[in-house]
């Protein structure tokens, strides 16, 4: 079984940061692509950014030179760095890990941007 543990989460004003991270356990030693989608309400969930074992990321538009993901393949555990925050921005906010045919999804943290 494997377990994805996300915090980071949380109201902050617009302009401002926030870091979610993301750590896998249990029966996992290694990962393909580690990721944060995120879905607001009455939308469809999105892909945010993703990263692959080699280091390799990809961001959506909307959040290239704000956003940066990073991880730490040791640890298996991904981070998100978001700055400049506006309230477009305002989701729950899920991490992903793929591994070969297993898919892993954690349970979402909140993630409001709000004066």
């Known amino acids: 079984q494997v377990q994805l543990a996300e915090s980071g989460g949380g109201l902050v004003q617009p302009g401002g940061s926030l870091r979610l991270s993301c750590a896998a356990s249990?029966?996992?030693?290694?990962?393909?692509?580690m990721g944060w989608y995120r879905q607001a309400p009455g939308q469809q969930r999105e892909l945010v950014a993703v990263?692959?074992?080699?280091?390799?990321?990809n961001y959506a538009d909307s959040v290239k030179g704000r956003f940066t993901i990073s991880r730490d393949y040791a640890k298996i555990t991904v981070y998100l760095q978001m700055n400049s925050l506006n309230p477009t921005d305002t989701a729950v906010y899920s991490c992903?890990?793929?591994?070969?045919?297993?898919?892993?999804w954690g349970q979402g943290t909140q993630v409001t941007v709000s004066s």
């Open positions: 990263i692959s074992r080699g280091g390799s990321t």
């Open positions: 992903n890990v793929r591994w070969g045919t297993r898919n892993y």
């Open positions: 249990g029966s996992i030693f290694s990962f393909d692509t």
